[in-house]
């Protein structure tokens, strides 16, 4: 064989095995691009999923307002209370049963659990715009009205030890002023760490 043909084999061979290698980079690199794409539709959808759940609790709450469901609420403050909502803002909420009369910030809520009968996957409830000047309602405007009246309370904070009795007296900027049957001030409540508020008949 002469150099010409060796050199031309040597020439042929160097090809081959450049090709081949390009290939296989070829075939890697499109397996690490399938891959990052597949991460990067599952991380995207559990991004979207996450934030549905974060935004379906207010949602969810506002259709069983208006399914008037029969649920249990368990606050941050350690209390559990039955019965239905019929009142309900982006802030608050008010629960109700035959003896039961509450007002419960929605930050405050730990755990909304449907009746056994009521169940249901909140993610198929049919969602309805409520139609209401209640949007902005929160728990300094429900005090507001409320001490008009000086009705009989019950006050649950954060972190409390025992819930505070008593009448609403007067309500300022920031302070909820209770007293008792004879007008004496029994409990002065910071506003920014009551939970829920419950109204004695």
């Not at 259709?63 to 249990?72: K, M, P, Q, R, V």
Request: glycine letters at 4%; aromatic letters at 4%; a negative charge.
């Amino acid at each position: 064989m002469s150099d010409s043909q060796d050199d031309f084999s040597e020439v042929n061979n160097s090809d081959q095995v450049t090709s081949d290698l390009d290939r296989e980079f070829i075939s890697i690199r499109d397996d690490v691009l399938i891959d990052d794409a597949a991460h990067r539709r599952a991380r995207v959808s559990s991004l979207r999923q996450q934030a549905e759940y974060t935004a379906s609790l207010r949602r969810f709450l506002r259709d069983l307002g208006e399914t008037h469901s029969a649920i249990t609420i368990h606050s941050i403050s350690g209390h559990t209370y039955h019965g239905v909502i019929d009142i309900l803002s982006d802030r608050v909420i008010r629960m109700r049963n035959d003896n039961l009369l509450v007002w419960i910030r929605v930050a405050a809520l730990s755990v909304v659990q449907l009746a056994p009968s009521e169940k249901t996957n909140p993610h198929t409830v049919p969602l309805h715009e409520k139609h209401t000047n209640k949007s902005t309602l929160d728990l300094t405007t429900v005090l507001t009205d409320l001490a008009e009246t000086h009705p009989k309370i019950i006050v649950h904070s954060l972190g409390e030890s025992a819930p505070c009795r008593g009448y609403l007296r007067a309500f300022g900027d920031d302070v909820l002023t209770l007293t008792d049957e004879e007008g004496s001030a029994t409990a002065y409540l910071n506003l920014h760490a009551i939970t829920e508020i419950e109204l004695i008949a």
